[in-house]
Each structure stands twice: as structure tokens, then as C-alpha cells.
């Protein structure tokens, strides 16, 4: 048996630092934006349902989609976000499930805490797919602090926050919550604290 959680929080907002945490503290964890990598490439289904609908100029040289060129296509508006999700989202979300059921098939007697780290797990109806939810929080200037320290305009990373989820509805809809708005130390132990409920969730699961 597995407990199915998903981990998302907004840009910027540190998912993978948390992942990585929770990996190393026993939980199984994959990378949404890693399936979404797969996809794009070149004769995988994602990419071709992206030639079809913006066409070859979104391709690099060799072929390989041009994420850069992709991104600032897809955020130019939230109806061009809507689009790109609903072509690539309902491709991720079978990834996942195929994944899933691997993981589950192969679980051992007490059980395993899978973590899919998503981030816009909650837009794409996550809520349902998963047994529990946790958000990375962090302060919005934050975000946008951290997004341009990683070569984002301000202006581009304020346009991506107002096309996700807000945050008072990430929060509402989160089982537990991990600030990551201050040092690593505390962000750590944050992480532990969430690992040993969401294992102990998992127990309460198996034995019902």
C-alpha cells in the first residue's frame, strides 16, 4: 500500500529543496517537471501535441522543443496558459498514474509515502488524485526576490504568480504546510515534521 501526496507550492517557493528533504527522510519522490522533460522530446507525445498546436517555430534547430520560447508563449495571458496545461496535463497526470501503480505493485509490508512534486498540481485537480497535500509557503516578495535572483524579470515573475493558484487557496486546500520563507535549518525541520505525519498517515492507512 502507498500514500499518494502531492507537493506543490508557487514559483519559486522551493519544491525541490523540500523534495529532496523528504527524499532523504525515507519518502519516494518524482519530479513532475521531469516527466514533463520526457514528454517534450522529440517523438514523444507531448511534443507532437505541442507542434500541432503552436508549430514549428517553437522548436529549436534540432528539433527539440524551445522551452524558453514555449514559457514566454504559454505566459503571455492565462488563456495561453490554459491552453498549454490542457495539452500537456492530462499526458502528465497518466505518467504519474503508470508510476504510481509501478510503485505500488512493488511496495513493501509497511507501506510507502509517494511524493509527486508539481508545481501546478492543485490547478491540474490534484486535490482529488491525492491522499494528502502539502504546500511549500513562502512570503510573495519572497518569490519574486528568489525568482529574479535566478535570472527572471520582475515583471515575468509577477506575471507567473498572478496566473497560479493564490496563495490563501493553495493554503485552504493544504493538508500541512512547510514554510520555506527563512534558512535551510528550518525549512528542514519543518520537513521532518510533515515526513512523520504524513508516515504516520500512511500507518493509519494500512492498518484501516
Same mark, same amino acid.
Given at each position: 500500500?502507498?500514500?499518494?501526496?502531492?507537493?506543490?507550492?508557487?514559483?519559486?517557493?522551493?519544491?525541490?529543496?523540500?523534495?529532496?528533504?523528504?527524499?532523504?527522510?525515507?519518502?519516494?519522490?518524482?519530479?513532475?517537471?521531469?516527466?514533463?522533460?520526457?514528454?517534450?522530446?522529440?517523438?514523444?507525445?507531448?511534443?507532437?501535441?505541442?507542434?500541432?498546436?503552436?508549430? +514549428?517555430?517553437?522548436?529549436?534547430?534540432?528539433?527539440?522543443?524551445?522551452?524558453?520560447?514555449?514559457?514566454?508563449?504559454?505566459?503571455?495571458?492565462?488563456?495561453?496558459?490554459?491552453?498549454?496545461?490542457?495539452?500537456?496535463?492530462?499526458?502528465?497526470?497518466?505518467?504519474?498514474?503508470?508510476?504510481?501503480?509501478?510503485?505500488?505493485?512493488?511496495?513493501?509490508?509497511?507501506?510507502?509515502?509517494?511524493?509527486?512534486?508539481?508545481?501546478?498540481?492543485?490547478?491540474?485537480?490534484?486535490?482529488?488524485?491525492? $491522499?494528502?497535500?502539502?504546500?511549500?509557503?513562502?512570503?510573495?516578495?519572497?518569490?519574486?526576490?528568489?525568482?529574479?535572483?535566478?535570472?527572471?524579470?520582475?515583471?515575468?515573475?509577477?506575471?507567473?504568480?498572478?496566473?497560479?493558484?493564490?496563495?490563501?487557496?493553495?493554503?485552504?486546500?493544504?493538508?500541512?504546510?512547510?514554510?520555506? +520563507?527563512? $534558512?535551510?535549518?528550518?525549512?528542514?525541520?519543518?520537513?521532518?515534521?510533515?515526513?512523520?505525519?504524513?508516515?504516520?498517515?500512511?500507518?493509519?492507512?494500512?492498518?484501516?
Amino acid at each position: 500500500m502507498i500514500l499518494r501526496v502531492g507537493l506543490t507550492g508557487g514559483l519559486a517557493s522551493g519544491k525541490s529543496t523540500i523534495a529532496r528533504m523528504l527524499g532523504e527522510l525515507g519518502c519516494t519522490v518524482f519530479d513532475a517537471d521531469a516527466i514533463v522533460t520526457q514528454l517534450y522530446r522529440p517523438g514523444a507525445p507531448g511534443h507532437q501535441a505541442l507542434v500541432e498546436a503552436y508549430g +514549428s517555430e517553437i522548436l529549436l534547430p534540432g528539433g527539440d522543443i524551445d522551452r524558453a520560447k514555449l514559457a514566454r508563449r504559454a505566459f503571455s495571458s492565462a488563456e495561453e496558459g490554459r491552453r498549454l496545461n490542457a495539452l500537456i496535463h492530462p499526458l502528465v497526470i497518466a505518467e504519474e498514474a503508470a508510476r504510481t501503480r509501478s510503485l505500488e505493485s512493488s511496495a513493501p509490508p509497511e507501506g510507502r509515502v509517494v511524493v509527486v512534486e508539481a508545481t501546478l498540481l492543485l490547478e491540474a485537480g490534484g486535490r482529488e488524485r491525492y $491522499d494528502k497535500i502539502v504546500v511549500v509557503d513562502v512570503q510573495p516578495e519572497v518569490q519574486i526576490e528568489r525568482a529574479v535572483a535566478r535570472g527572471m524579470s520582475r515583471v515575468d515573475a509577477e506575471r507567473r504568480i498572478a496566473q497560479q493558484m493564490s496563495r490563501a487557496e493553495r493554503l485552504r486546500l493544504a493538508d500541512y504546510v512547510i514554510d520555506n +520563507s527563512g $534558512d535551510l535549518e528550518s525549512a528542514a525541520a519543518s520537513a521532518r515534521g510533515v515526513s512523520e505525519r504524513l508516515h504516520a498517515d500512511l500507518a493509519a492507512k494500512i492498518h484501516g
